[in-house]
């Protein structure tokens, strides 16, 4: 059957400041899922948290894009900031920046990934959320499944994926439209390479197989906050979406990147490089400065109704990954505001020091020029 997987992901109110979302915000969500789902064909649901985000996942038939999909799950996090707001949490409706619904939520605050495709007798998948960075996130992880041997062994062990992967990079500082360009590897490694690099502006916006044109990889969410609010209102939080196994890398080639836990930009107020932490489900945000935090839920899925997910970085390897992270943390965090450890001017995510520099650029005096040398 054909079928479609929506993950929609958004802050709507979080106790005690950025941690997680309350029990009773989490349940108003659900509620409203579940009493509509039927209506517009949903065929499974989950639900759960990274930090204080709310991560809806959702299977259906209607293809990419559905209104009445997308409807629903806006109504649900409406309803889920009122209850935020009714319990007094910090950021009720914080990634809902417009008022009314328009037929899709892209382009309204929630991170949005979508694959549609022709399900596999044994279809699997990857649904990872992160809190507290930017979709450019997935850049390094995704780069490292579908286009480096050294770290995904299928690309050298298996002719369908030997074949390689075609990346479509979008410049997510082109707010005008969707400027994408679309890059396979192996062919154009290098040029995909020197777009990934720059997390800020160039972001995967989907993958797809080159072995059987047509089959979508993994689809991400390009959701830039500041781009829709024209203001920082938090970070983008992103979400994506990856098949795995048979035509397409394996979940462990998928899932093993994190452990090289890179550096990306998030933290509090959003303006300092901090490396990416691989956590549990349903963690809350650490109060260690905000640490960007990504979880990983595996799933299998037949005729539409999702398998009991498996949490891919709560096995016991990842507390020693955790360790590191927290070492890495530490060491770049004492640096504070200095080089490297903060963002560039550019991706500051608030405007005080830009305020402050603009007002000490006045007072600047040119006490000899060139020529008078």
Not at 73 to 91: C, I, P, S, V
Not at 208 to 235: F, M
Not at 236 to 247: G, H, K, S, T, Y
Not at 352 to 368: K, M, T
């Amino acid at each position: 059957m054909q079928l479609t997987l929506t993950v929609v992901k958004a802050d709507i109110g979080s106790v005690g400041g950025h941690t997680q979302p309350s029990q009773a915000v989490l349940k108003t969500v659900r509620e409203v899922v579940d009493a509509n789902r039927s209506s517009v064909g949903i065929l499974d649901v989950y639900i759960g948290h990274t930090g204080d985000d709310i991560c809806l996942l959702l299977s259906h038939p209607r293809g990419s894009d559905s209104a009445a999909i997308h409807e629903l799950a806006w109504t649900a996090f409406r309803k889920g900031t009122q209850e935020a707001k009714r319990q007094g949490l910090y950021g009720a409706g914080q990634d809902l920046l417009k008022d009314a619904f328009s037929g899709n939520v892209r382009g309204l605050g929630p991170a949005v990934a979508e694959i549609t495709f022709e399900e596999r007798p044994n279809e699997s998948f990857i649904l990872f959320a992160a809190d507290k960075t930017e979709p450019g996130a997935y850049n390094l992880p995704l780069y490292l499944a579908f286009a480096d041997p050294m770290h995904s062994p299928g690309l050298l062990l298996k002719d369908e994926i030997g074949l390689g992967f075609t990346f479509r990079i979008m410049d997510v500082e082109h707010t005008q439209g969707d400027r994408i360009i679309t890059l396979s590897a192996p062919e154009n490694l290098y040029d995909i390479a020197a777009l990934l690099r720059d997390t800020h502006r160039y972001v995967i916006e989907s993958i797809w197989s080159r072995a059987h044109p047509g089959e979508q990889a993994a689809s991400v969410s390009t959701t830039r906050l500041r781009n829709i609010a024209g203001r920082y209102v938090g970070k983008d939080d992103p979400v994506a979406l990856v098949r795995v196994q048979q035509i397409f890398p394996a979940t462990e080639e998928v899932g093993a990147p994190y452990t090289l836990i890179p550096f990306v930009s998030g933290d509090t107020r959003g303006s300092h490089n901090m490396p990416l932490c691989p956590v549990p489900i349903n963690t809350a945000a650490t109060v260690f400065y905000c640490v960007p935090i990504v979880s990983g839920l595996a799933f299998s899925v037949r005729e539409g109704r999702f398998t009991e997910p498996a949490d891919i970085f709560a096995d016991p390897i990842w507390e020693e990954i955790r360790r590191r992270a927290t070492r890495k943390a530490v060491e770049i965090r004492r640096q504070g505001f200095f080089g490297c450890a903060m963002l560039p001017m550019s991706e500051l995510e608030y405007t005080g020091i830009v305020e402050r520099l603009q007002r000490l650029d006045a007072q600047f005096v040119i006490e000899r020029s060139e020529e008078a040398a």
